[in-house]
């Protein structure tokens, strides 16, 4: 499978941990390719997003915050915004997105 992560609302303790938990169970067991998407919903919407790997994972428990970065933007906000959501997940051929956090 193809999956988007990404993190939106506030930042707080642990979302590092559940991104590297997705990825390493994702790769590992299942042979997934993980994306994350820049500061939250912003990152689907303009398409910015970096490959995650179980390598890129290592070092980011004690690490606070999140490493892909969060907004508190949400797709409606935007007359198309749930349009660039619908053609990013078409041109990347996201099999799934895993929103974390709020907002």
Same mark, same amino acid.
């Given at each position: 499978?193809?999956? *988007? $992560?990404?993190?939106? *609302?506030?930042?707080?303790?642990?979302?590092?941990?559940?991104?590297?938990? $997705?990825?390493?169970?994702?790769?590992?067991?299942? %042979?997934?390719?993980?994306? !994350? /998407?820049?500061? %939250?919903?912003r !990152?689907? $919407?303009?398409?910015? /997003?970096?490959?995650?790997? &179980?390598n890129?994972?290592? !070092?980011?428990?004690?690490? %606070?915050?999140?490493?892909? *970065?969060?907004?508190?933007?949400n797709p409606?906000? /935007?007359?198309?915004?749930?349009?660039? &959501?619908?053609?990013?997940?078409?041109?990347?051929?996201?099999d799934? $997105?895993?929103?974390i *956090?709020?907002?």
């Open positions: 499978m193809k999956v *988007g $992560i990404l993190t939106g *609302g506030g930042d707080c303790p642990g979302l590092n941990a559940v991104i590297r938990a $997705i990825v390493r169970k994702g790769q590992r067991h299942y %042979g997934d390719t993980l994306l !994350g /998407f820049a500061d %939250g919903w !990152g689907v $919407i303009d398409c910015d /997003f970096s490959e995650l790997s &179980v890129r994972m290592r !070092g980011t428990l004690p690490r %606070g915050g999140t490493i892909i *970065g969060t907004s508190r933007i409606y906000m /935007f007359a198309d915004g749930v349009d660039q &959501v619908k053609k990013t997940v078409d041109d990347l051929g996201l799934a $997105i895993v929103a *956090g709020g907002e």
